[in-house]
């Protein structure tokens, strides 16, 4: 179990969680020693699965949430952790052990924060969504999460502040043709050749960049695969291009799916799956004071993290956490030390002394 040493030094905390393995689906051990870590304190303490959440009763005016997963992508000949110099290497040390170590770490040791607190350790976010727990969480008992009027979401940042998250889209569109001998190739239709109006529309975009409260979010829209063909011998009858959309949070799913449907008009086009974008939320005022907590400006978030679970929630939220993104799910993953220590630094300093 988590020693009072261990769970007194964020970074000590980073390395320990790192060494409890805990790939997606594999929580139980991590959770059952984050539960134990939690259960010597005053917050009310709940367990859904492999996710734990824990509550201040401060009856404090506001309420953040200070939210962190548990879980890994498969390991890569990279755990357990290992320290060089300034550097702390392994799998899970920037996405996002160092995060949910800030959050543990004060969780147990700041009995007087100035906001109450919801702290979420959640399972099963590297994988389908339709696991992952803070959905399930968000799903089954959204009242633990929705008296909170800001989110942090420890994911690796590099220190930085990334507002809001982009959203994703992917479709299929599909040409159909008719098979035919290729050595009478006249007597077929081949649907891999009409899809090249697809590839040709793609080429010709141009995406857009928008500034939403000073982040700029920019746009992407892509052929992620194309497949297609029977045989060496044979002219194929279908040939499907999977899109994928990056777009940013100025526009719903809906409209995303329309844009699309807009640039491949008069093609067969199915949406095959769907995730919403956040806008930034940088106007609720404990993001505000967390902005000026950092001292730095924000950027848009690229990528898509649970921030916008949060923004279905009605709860603005923002990312912000030691590691480095770039290196998320790589071999060489790491975390600089200093950056974990300055982490948990400024979110005690957001939670403790205000403005
Ligand atoms: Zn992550």
């Not at 001998?181 to 899809?195: Q, T």
């Not at 199915?270 to 967390?290: H, I, T, Y």
């Not at 300093?349 to 205000?354: D, S, Y």
Request: aromatic share 4%; net charge negative; hydrophobic share 40%.
């Amino acid at each position: 179990m988590l020693s009072r040493d261990v769970l007194a030094d964020p970074v000590a905390l980073t390395r320990a969680l790192v060494d409890i393995e805990s790939v997606s689906g594999n929580e139980a051990d991590i959770a059952d020693q984050v539960q134990h870590a939690l259960s010597g304190t005053a917050l009310k303490v709940e367990r859904f699965g492999h996710t734990i959440v824990a509550r201040t009763e401060l009856g404090r005016p506001e309420r953040v949430v200070l939210a962190g997963h548990l879980d890994t992508v498969p390991h890569n000949d990279n755990w357990p952790s290992r320290t060089e110099g300034n550097l702390l290497h392994g799998c899970g040390t920037s996405d996002m052990k160092s995060g949910t170590a800030i959050a543990l770490h004060l969780a147990v040791t700041e009995p007087e924060p100035r906001h109450d607190v919801t702290y979420v350790f959640y399972e099963c976010e590297e994988v389908d969504s339709a696991r992952n727990g803070l959905k399930i969480l968000a799903d089954g008992r959204p009242a633990l999460l929705t008296d909170a009027s800001f989110a942090l979401l420890l994911e690796p940042t590099h220190g930085l502040v990334e507002a809001g998250c982009q959203g994703t889209l992917r479709v299929l569109a599909r040409t159909m043709g008719r098979r035919a001998h290729s050595a009478r190739s006249w007597l077929g239709d081949n649907a891999i050749h009409k899809a090249a109006p697809i590839l040709q529309r793609l080429l010709g975009y141009e995406a857009r960049t928008v500034i939403i409260d000073g982040c700029e979010f920019r746009e992407g829209l892509n052929a992620v695969r194309v497949s297609g063909g029977v045989a060496g011998n044979v002219i194929p009858d279908e040939c499907v291009v999977e899109v994928n959309f990056r777009f940013a949070p100025d526009r719903s799913e809906e409209q995303a799916a329309a844009h699309v449907r807009d640039v491949l008009a008069g093609f067969e086009l199915e949406v095959v799956d769907s995730a919403p974008a956040a806008l930034p939320g940088l106007d609720a005022p404990p993001a505000r004071e967390f902005l000026a907590a950092i001292g730095r400006p924000p950027r848009a978030k690229l990528g898509w993290t649970d921030v916008a679970r949060f923004a279905e929630l009605g709860i603005p939220g923002l990312n912000y956490g030691p590691g480095d993104p770039n290196l998320a799910h790589k071999q060489d993953e790491h975390v600089e030390i200093d950056k974990i220590v300055e982490g948990a630094d400024v979110v005690r300093r957001w939670l403790t002394t205000g403005p």
